[in-house]
């Protein structure tokens, strides 16, 4: 575990989202970071395809959800 650096209004704006995010300022620190890491790993790729794929990844489906609805 380290210590990130990071200028005020980045962290006023960290502690803004965590808000609606109902995450802590360092899990969602650590979001945006990983996020924008798999953005820049995969530059063809939307923010919604890459989300959707790392919840396919973690076993999360949109699909598992509407058949136990149904």
């Known amino acids: 575990m380290g210590i990130v650096n990071i200028d005020d209004e980045l962290h006023d704006q960290l502690r803004r989202a965590t808000k ?4 802590s300022i360092n899990a ?3 979001y945006w970071i990983r996020v924008g890491m798999l953005c820049e ?3 063809t790729l939307s923010f919604n395809q890459i989300i959707t794929r790392e919840l396919g990844l ?3 489906s949109a699909q598992s959800l509407t058949a ?3």
């Open 68 to 70: 136990h609805e149904a």
């Open 20 to 23: 609606v995010s109902c995450r």
């Open 41 to 43: 790993m995969n530059p």
């Open 28 to 30: 969602q620190a650590a």
């Open 58 to 60: 973690a076993g999360v």
